[in-house]
């Protein structure tokens, strides 16, 4: 069966340090690899998916990037946390179906 | 382009009472409909989801939503609710082929005993 974990759980950065979340697939072969951001009492914001390796979609321009090193790994990065980071990210995959996206069980960020 | 609006973003229920959760939706071309629920501190989960066929469709811990086009809406019930049944659900749809999905604004359960 697949699985999908993120690490780490809970991160606390202070203001413009540098930022690295890691997502990992098992069980599946070239997913798609979404990142979310859920900001305290708000809905899911796309941040960035991929259809492949090295293929990254950016839909919010801000200082965040991703990055697709491996088929089913997806790393969030940034090199200036802001105030505005914090939230909870979350990291979900789709197969070739993608219709159904399956969620890790998210990082809680806080930026001070 | 697509759009989900989940009508009520806190709905409060007593234990055993029955629910319903609201969810309308826009698109232009087809889609894919979806409702996840979100326990604290945790991902989402998938709790059902309608790409054809019959309107009515099952889902997991006793939930059911019913497709209506016409409405353009995909309501989720459930006829006795539980203490557990608290958190957040989402309702979302993604274009038939697309690598999208467009996630409404969510909808706090809270059941109280």
């Known amino acids: 069966s697949q699985t999908i974990h993120q690490w780490p759980a809970t991160l606390v950065q202070p203001v413009g340090s540098p930022l690295s979340l890691e997502c990992t697939v098992e069980?599946?072969?070239?997913?798609?690899l979404y990142w979310y951001r859920q900001a305290a009492g708000r809905g899911l914001q796309l941040l960035f998916y991929s259809v492949g390796i090295g293929q990254i979609s950016s839909e919010v321009p801000q200082n965040l990037s991703a990055s697709r090193p491996q088929d089913r790994q997806f790393i969030l990065s940034s090199k200036k946390l802001l105030l505005s980071d914090s939230g909870f990210y979350l990291c979900?995959?789709?197969?070739?179906?993608?219709?159904?996206?399956?969620f890790g069980p998210g990082t809680r960020l806080t930026v001070l | 382009a697509q759009s989900v609006t989940q009508l009520d973003s806190q709905v409060p229920v007593f234990e055993e009472a029955p629910v319903e959760l609201r969810c309308n939706y826009s698109s232009s071309v087809s889609v894919y409909l979806f409702w996840y629920v979100q326990y604290p501190n945790q991902g989402l989960q998938l709790l059902l989801k309608?790409?054809?066929?019959?309107?009515l469709v099952k889902g997991i811990n006793g939930f059911e939503a019913e497709f209506n086009k016409s409405q353009t809406s995909f309501h989720l019930r459930k006829p006795s609710v539980h203490i557990s049944d608290t958190a957040e659900y989402f309702c979302?749809?993604?274009?038939?082929?697309?690598?999208?999905?467009?996630f409404g604004a969510g909808t706090r359960l809270f059941v109280k005993a």
């Open positions: 979302a749809v993604i274009p038939t082929g697309g690598f999208k999905t467009i």
């Open positions: 979900a995959w789709s197969g070739a179906s993608t219709d159904t996206q399956y």
């Open positions: 309608y790409l054809s066929g019959s309107t």
């Open positions: 069980g599946t072969s070239n997913p798609n």
